[in-house]
């Protein structure tokens, strides 16, 4: 947990850490990039958009794949964006999609509803509804596997989804997600019932336990002896941030899950995300070399 005499409000609003811009203008510069990046990914690749897997208009998924690759066996890269659960969506999250998609991946990124339209509770289930709308997907295909990421709270819930067993039907196939890349997440949400994160939200501190994967350290572990699990933060997150994402590391590594850290120089928490679109960048690299 963090240090009761911390400002919680500053050190979990991450566009107040940035090196590059002030906090109005990073997230302002993050949003453009997102649009602009996104739209060239819908300009240069296959894309399959609004395609829904739950009954209300956010519960959707975009497709993305080269137009050169064979869908069938192409490994599933499934994205969960960020946004404090209350805020951007699927629809811009496709920047990243390029030079996965050049290796040979097909992209997913995944919508859901947003605080306070939806509860925590109810967006953790819609998540693991439309991950088991890939799993159809990934049989379909005949993928070689599927492959989680998401960005802060997109990284939690990605989290969330390495205990998730879909007890409720065994055509999913829990071993088919083969990994997963947690970037700049937040794994304990209790420190964020005193701060404007909770407004809409509205956790419990008994809540916010409960939603947290830090709580589920030895049930992830458990599902996940066969997979690698990637955790990044960057240089410039928060320092709770940074904190967070190293006590998950090592909790997961003791428990022995093949993990790797990686500690990105000269970004924050917003670039960090961004630089995947690059090819050459440090994570992409990352995920070329392990699971490709």
């Not at 940035?18 to 060239?40: L, N, Q, W």
């Not at 989804?161 to 065994?170: K, N």
């Not at 679109?277 to 392990?290: D, E, F, G, I």
Request: overall charge negative.
């Amino acid at each position: 947990m963090a240090d009761k005499g911390l400002d919680l409000e500053y050190h979990y609003s991450p566009s107040r850490w940035s090196h590059r811009y002030s906090p109005d203008d990073v997230i302002d510069a993050h949003i453009k990039f997102m649009e602009d990046h996104t739209k060239t990914a819908k300009w240069c690749l296959e894309v399959e958009t609004d395609i829904c897997y739950g009954k209300t208009q956010n519960q959707k998924i975009d497709v993305y794949i080269d137009k050169k690759t064979n869908k069938k066996g192409s490994p599933i890269f499934a994205y969960l964006h960020g946004g404090y659960w209350q805020a951007l969506s699927r629809e811009d999250s496709g920047f990243l999609a390029p030079p996965l998609a050049q290796a040979g991946a097909t992209i997913v990124t995944i919508g859901h509803d947003l605080a306070p339209t939806a509860s925590m509770d109810e967006i953790v289930l819609q998540v693991k509804r439309a991950l088991a709308f890939i799993f159809k997907l990934a049989k379909e295909r005949q993928s070689s596997g599927i492959y989680l990421c998401g960005h802060s709270a997109g990284a939690h819930l990605a989290a969330m989804m390495l205990m998730s067993e879909f007890e409720e039907d065994d055509a999913f196939d829990c071993e088919l997600i083969k990994g997963a890349v947690l970037i700049s997440g937040i794994y304990d949400l209790r420190p964020l019932v005193t701060t404007y994160v909770n407004e809409p939200l509205k956790l419990t501190r008994e809540d916010a336990w409960r939603f947290s994967p830090s709580n589920f350290i030895n049930e992830i572990a458990r599902m996940s002896q066969s997979r690698e699990v990637i955790l990044a933060v960057a240089e410039y997150d928060p320092p709770e941030y940074r904190r967070q994402t190293g006590e998950m590391e090592k909790s997961l590594r003791d428990k022995g899950v093949k993990t790797k850290y990686y500690d990105i120089p000269d970004t924050d928490h917003f670039n960090i995300v961004e630089k995947l679109h690059n090819a050459n960048y440090t994570l992409t690299q990352v995920k070329y070399s392990s699971y490709y």
